[in-house]
C-alpha cells in the first residue's frame, strides 16, 4: 500500500489561507482530517476523484475547498481565513472506491499520510 504524502503546511497568521496538498498513487478516494492536540480527530473534506463529487463537515463547508485531479491522484485543501482554532496537524487519508457511495466522511479510510502541521497565530 502506498502511504498518502501530504505537503503544505506552516505557521500562518488569523485571516491568512494555506493550501495543502496529498499524493497518494493508486487510490480514487481521498480525504483531509485534522487533530488538535488534546483533541479528538475532526472530519474537513473528501473527494472522488473518478467524478469529483465531493463532501464537507459542516464546520469546514465555505472557508475549505477541497479539489483533487485524478490523473496524478493528487489531491488539494485550500483553506482561506484561517483562525487559530484551525490549528491542528492536517492528514491525509485515501482507499479505493468502486462507487461514489463508498466516498464520504462515513467512510473507513485505511491508508493515512504522515500529516503537515499547520499553525495559526492571532
Known amino acids: 500500500q502506498v502511504q498518502p504524502v501530504e505537503s503544505g503546511g506552516g505557521p500562518v497568521q488569523a485571516g491568512g489561507s494555506l493550501r495543502l496538498s496529498c499524493a497518494a498513487s493508486?487510490?480514487?478516494?481521498m480525504g483531509w482530517f485534522r487533530q488538535a492536540p488534546g483533541k479528538e480527530r475532526e472530519d474537513v473534506a473528501t473527494i472522488y476523484l473518478v467524478s469529483g463529487a465531493t463532501s464537507y463537515a459542516d464546520a469546514m463547508r465555505g472557508r475549505f475547498t477541497i479539489s483533487g485531479d485524478n490523473t496524478q491522484r493528487t489531491v488539494t485543501l485550500q483553506m482561506n481565513d484561517l483562525q487559530p482554532d484551525d490549528t491542528a496537524m492536517y492528514y491525509c487519508?485515501?482507499?479505493?472506491?468502486?462507487?461514489?457511495?463508498?466516498?464520504?466522511?462515513?467512510?473507513?479510510?485505511?491508508?493515512w499520510g504522515q500529516g503537515t502541521q499547520v499553525t495559526v497565530s492571532p
Open positions: 493508486g487510490y480514487n478516494c
Open positions: 487519508a485515501a482507499k479505493v472506491a468502486t462507487w461514489r457511495s463508498q466516498c464520504s466522511l462515513q467512510s473507513e479510510f485505511k491508508n
